[in-house]
């Protein structure tokens, strides 16, 4: 089983990008809480040790377009999807190995300014586990109101 969930802040604008099938790959990190106590967050601050993880996301397709053209810098997102590791040699010869989360859906936490906010929400779900990928125009969250608990 190979299965990620996480929460966490864009530690900078997304990268979008489209190779050469035309098909869109966007690239961002994640800053992640380690869940510390108040102590030892401030023990690792004071030391200037992270007291976050940083871990790099990869998005294709549509949700891709729509996490570049939606997140920024700052922005609070949900994630899942699976772990995918690889290798490659580098440029002086030395083997480099990668470990990032390849994302099948994204939640938008948080929007921000009104400007990017679809009409009548306040949050975005893209996922591609029927290919049918939502429009950002079309996206319609249901009212805490209509929540029956």
Known sequence: MNNVVL???LTKDPELRYIPSGTAVTRFRLAVDKGLSK???????????PTADFIS???WGKIAENCANYLTKGKLVGVQGRI???SYDASDGTK???????ANQVEFLEWGDSTNRPSGGYGGSFNDS???FPDIEGFHPIDNDDIPF
């Open 57 to 59: 996301i990869v998005v």
């Open 84 to 86: 995918q590791s690889g």
């Open 39 to 49: 102590e030892k967050k401030q023990e690792l601050e004071s030391r200037n040790q």
């Open 7 to 9: 929460i966490g802040r």
């Open 96 to 102: 480099r190995y990668t470990t990032e989360v390849v």
């Open 130 to 132: 029927s290919n049918n």
